[in-house]
């Protein structure tokens, strides 16, 4: 009897006190997702550390986080063991190559990941404080690959649609050229002859083969996203399908297959994965887009609206028709705990490496974002939008330098494998969609920085712009 009192008393604290965020942090590959988090992770423990003692690594989320009194009401942000049900995001590891002697940028990943924070809160109200204790906000971040939200589009179409959209951009410059062999190979078959295996299995080979030439490139928008990986030994055989038009058995099978990947991306990812979250980082690396050249960027620019209204359509429910029975909806794994399931509320797009521009010109690089994301993502009822120029990882410091006689804005930042700061103008940021005059001028150039010095004992939070403001924009509702 005491014991079910007591059970009853847990589940009540539970439900009064705690709280869980589902933060999902997104964006394609080298976008800055394991930076960013690592960064975010860092600070919010180093602001947790002090607890209102003066090292203010967050300054706009502490704003967020103070009383009625004006006082932090927060009492300590601690790293949570990790459950199991996914793969641990490796903080302590990116953390020492972040902080080593000779500091160096994480490693690629290439998996998703996640890790938990326990952030306790003081209530806001003297009322509420003297009624409850302290409130217990689970934060769970997730790293994920964005390129998978790049197939969320692809649920739209049918077979046929999206292979005469896919095999239109595929016959354009610059990709055509890279995809050469796939093109000859489409041109050698006949759709309308019998379903011959192994052509399906090359072609199949060559699309994606194609796909990858056109990431090297630096071409973004490629579907699907999972193609880019290497082939697994345990790919289903529904995977091998590429873009055909016309009719007849082989595009008849190929429909098929295509169909089948979509159940399989509605099933896996989106009724279960991202279902579950709340809040989400788009992270966008812009200003590599620029420096790739227009086709790049003309690219990233149409990844960018795509995820966008993938993310659109998937907060307003509008790819979920898929007529599944329950049986068929696999528990979330994913973001363990209490899994309550509810609508996005918050949307952070980011322009990430910030440090690279001078102060102004991050004022175009958001405006920049904005021009390429509202389209798509604004003037929506629901989730509340907002966009950044921001650095996880302030690697540079803003400066003036004189250029062909005149002062200019630059930043000074030591150089991946040399010893001394040197200025750089990396090129001027449009502030909306480039003009045509834009390309002409190839002078944006890109260089990689060596990250500032950290402290290893994570003390003293990692220097960053911006991350504060993301943050209290992000989750600062629910502290
Ligand atoms: N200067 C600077 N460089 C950054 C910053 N964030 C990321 N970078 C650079 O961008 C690279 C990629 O960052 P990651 O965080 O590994 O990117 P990711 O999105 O996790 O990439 P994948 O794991 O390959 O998908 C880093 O190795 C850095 O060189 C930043 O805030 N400032
Ligand atoms: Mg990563």
Same mark, same amino acid.
Do not use: N
């Given at each position: 009897m005491r014991g079910l009192a007591a059970g009853a008393a847990a589940r009540l604290d539970t439900f009064v006190n705690e709280d869980r965020i589902a933060l999902a942090v997104t964006g394609l590959s080298g976008a800055g997702k394991t930076v960013f988090i690592t960064s975010l992770v860092n600070n919010l423990l180093a602001l947790g550390r002090a607890a209102g003692q003066g090292r203010d690594t967050l300054p706009r989320l502490t704003a967020a986080l103070r009383g009625p009194d004006g006082a932090s009401r927060l009492r300590g942000v601690r790293v949570l063991a990790h459950d199991g049900a996914l793969p641990a995001f490796d903080y302590a590891g990116k953390l020492a190559s972040l902080s080593a002697d000779t500091p160096a940028w994480p490693a690629p990943t290439r998996d998703m990941a996640r890790i938990s924070l326990a952030i306790d809160v003081e209530r806001r109200g003297p009322l509420a404080r003297r009624l409850a204790g302290p409130r217990r906000v689970r934060l769970d971040i997730l790293d994920y690959p964005g390129e998978w939200l790049l197939d969320l589009p692809l649920l739209r179409h049918s077979f046929a649609a999206w292979s005469a959209e896919a095999l239109a951009l595929l016959r354009t410059p610059p990709r055509a050229a890279v995809a050469a062999p796939f093109l000859a190979f489409l041109a050698g078959l006949n759709p309308a002859g019998p379903a011959d295996a192994v052509a399906i299995a090359q072609g199949h080979a060559l699309y994606r083969a194609a796909?990858? #030439?056109?990431?090297?490139? *630096?071409?973004?928008?490629?579907?699907? =996203?999972?193609?880019?990986?290497?082939?697994?030994? !345990?790919?289903?055989?529904?995977?091998?399908?590429?873009?055909?038009? #016309?009719?007849?058995?082989?595009?008849?099978?190929?429909?098929?297959?295509?169909?089948?990947?979509?159940?399989?991306?509605?099933?896996?990812?989106?009724?279960?994965?991202?279902?579950?979250?709340?809040?989400?980082?788009?992270? +966008? !690396?812009?200003?590599?887009?620029?420096?790739? =050249?227009?086709?790049?960027?003309? !690219?990233?620019?149409?990844? @960018?609206?795509?995820?966008?209204? =993938?993310?659109?359509? *998937?907060? *307003?429910? *509008?790819?979920?028709? !898929? #007529?599944?029975?329950?049986?068929?909806? @696999?528990?979330? +794994?994913?973001? =363990?705990?209490? +899994?309550?399931?509810? /609508?996005?509320?918050?949307?952070?797009? @980011? %322009?990430?490496?910030?440090?690279?521009? /001078?102060?102004?010109?991050r004022e175009n690089l958001r405006n920049l974002l904005r021009a390429l994301a509202a389209p798509a993502a604004g003037g929506l009822? #629901?989730? %509340?939008?907002?966009?950044?120029?921001?650095?996880? +990882?302030?690697?540079?410091?803003d400066g003036t330098a004189r250029i062909a006689g005149r002062a200019a804005e630059v930043v000074q930042g030591v150089v991946l494998g040399e010893a001394q700061a040197r200025a750089f103008h990396v090129g001027d940021v449009p502030s909306g969609l480039p003009p045509d005059s834009f390309w002409s001028d190839s002078y944006f150039t890109l260089p990689v920085f060596r990250p500032p010095r950290i402290v290893a004992d994570g003390s003293h939070g990692i220097p960053h712009l911006g991350l504060d403001i993301i943050l209290a924009e992000l989750i600062g509702d629910r502290l």
């Open positions: 796909l990858r #030439g056109c990431a090297a490139i *630096g071409l973004r928008y490629l579907q699907p =996203g999972r193609f880019l990986a290497a082939p697994a030994a !345990d790919d289903p055989p529904f995977l091998a399908f590429f873009p055909l038009e #016309g009719r007849g058995a082989t595009a008849g099978l190929l429909a098929g297959r295509f169909a089948a990947y979509q159940r399989h991306v509605r099933r896996t990812f989106f009724d279960t994965r991202f279902r579950r979250f709340d809040r989400q980082v788009m992270l +966008v !690396d812009l200003l590599s887009a620029l420096h790739a =050249g227009r086709a790049a960027f003309e !690219d990233t620019a149409r990844a @960018v609206a795509d995820i966008a209204r =993938g993310l659109r359509e *998937g907060w *307003g429910g *509008g790819l979920r028709a !898929d #007529g599944l029975p329950l049986a068929h909806h @696999v528990p979330s +794994v994913l973001l =363990g705990g209490r +899994v309550v399931p509810r /609508p996005i509320g918050r949307v952070a797009f @980011v %322009a990430t490496k910030a440090d690279h521009v /001078p102060a102004l010109r009822a #629901g989730p %509340a939008v907002s966009y950044h120029a921001a650095a996880a +990882v302030l690697a540079t410091r």
